[in-house]
């Protein structure tokens, strides 16, 4: 028998589970998660025009008197609120989502290390809720604030409704990750991978790699690009801080018995 890192020699009893038993519970919590996903779409999908007219307000009352924005697909009117629709589902079950993977492995993890991982999650839904809001109530306005003063005299501007949930989504899942860099720092911290030191160290590599991955995943303008990369910079340096505190808590119960064992 293996023994872990801590030195305890006793495996979780989640271990201990068939494997049949473990396919039927990952079953069981999958069918939760898209159960949870279609409640959600069937409680949203209703509203899914007023929605759409919300996420493109940023957009909209930018635009010149008397322009608005256009569907060049005969789909687009339908399509569009719809794959809006499901993707604030799945934002909506996040928590359930996390939850059951949570109650998946929860079993075979020790005291203290559940005392970490149920805050990490916690903390990652959180992070990535206000990454999407960053990006609706500080980045959107100013993006297309640029874009829109910038056109060449006598272009008419008339946003494709299509496009530009394809834009949004993907700005929204940009910053959505990034805000997830202080949890990406911890696991590296907690797996060994890297210490808080050695982060420190790369200080000047990170923040150039912040710039480089905010000019990949924004659009070509400096506003955006900047506007991902100094928090993504500032969520590494709590990483950091946090990293050390998690370590600290782990290296602790050093003879620490399994919760269940």
Known sequence: MSSRPDGNQHPPEHQEMPLVEHLLELRNRLLKMVLAVVICFAAIYPFANELYLWLSQPLRELLPVGQTMIATDVTSPFFAPLKLALVLSVFAAI???????WSFIAPGLYSHEKRLAFPLLFTSVILFYLGAAFAYYVVFPLVFSFFTAIGPEGIVELPDIASYLNFVLKMFFAFGVAFEIPIATVLLILTGATTPSDLAAKRPYIVVACFIIGMLL????????????????????FGIIFGRLAKREVTEPESEEPSGG
């Open 95 to 101: 928590p359930v989502i996390l939850y059951q993977l």
């Open 218 to 237: 924004t659009p070509p303008d400096i506003i955006s690009q900047t506007l991902l990369a100094v928090p993504m910079w500032i969520l590494f340096e």
